[in-house]
């Protein structure tokens, strides 16, 4: 992954190799495989996905966020929720070293969990066909952590869209908030926390209810992020331990 984003653009842009890509065998498609199909080749970020053996193009908008806000580090722990295919968990155990590949580097541990079943990815613990929100899913994963704390909580959940729209709404808030009890219960003090919802939702109430337990929170639209998508993430750092804030909030209630 040694390729910087922008360099490959540049070289991407200067070759007009967009102007190239001409899907074939569309014949007996529907249309929204031709437009999907179409949209695939006309993307640069699936080229570049290809390229550096990253298993789909989400693992940009999860590299941006840590080239801007540097919220994975050699030997931190990390729980990626939402994990499949698998690419956001290959970046986190880049950069933790949780593969042990960076000699002289602390060794970190990824811990990804999925509704779908997924191929496993060398130095990640993988739960496959695993709700999230549930108990017992929960559970293992407490069970998994052994006592250790999480340093970065990453979630790019998303729930199955209904079509209606409120109701989704609903579901990727409660997704948004049952990652952050866990990462309250399971965080260390200082851990940061990376959280998907979409833009036309509640996202002020979210941001105030995140900022209670975190020094700092923002809105981010990474580039990679496609731009029909009402997709956001809400990037939290430096949790400050169940203890300063609830002292915080007495403070502010009395
Ligand atoms: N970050 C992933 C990557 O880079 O490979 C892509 C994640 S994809 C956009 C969203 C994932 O969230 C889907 O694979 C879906 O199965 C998962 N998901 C949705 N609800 C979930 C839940 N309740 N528990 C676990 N995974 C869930």
Sequence with gaps: MS????????????QNVLAKQIPRNLKGKSKSSQEWLTRQLADPYVEKAKMMNLRCRS?????EIDDRFKILKPGDTVLDCGAAPGSW??????????????EGNKRGAVFSIDLLHFHAVPGATTFGGMDFTTTSAQQRLREA???????CVLSDMAPNATGVRMLDQ????????????????MSAVNANLVVKLWANGDVAKLEKDLARFYEYVKRVKPESSRSD?????LVARQYKGLEIASETSTKENS
């Design 145 to 151: 952590l052994a006592g250790r704390q999480v340093n």
């Design 170 to 185: 609903e579901n990727i808030m409660s997704l948004c908030y049952s990652v952050l009890r866990f990462a309250l219960a």
């Design 3 to 14: 390729i910087s984003t922008k360099s490959f653009m540049r070289y991407f842009n200067t």
């Design 89 to 102: 968990t290959q970046v986190a155990v880049n950069r933790t070293n949780a593969n042990g590949t960076k």
């Design 59 to 63: 693992a940009f908008k999860l590299i």
């Design 229 to 233: 998508s009402a997709e956001i993430f």
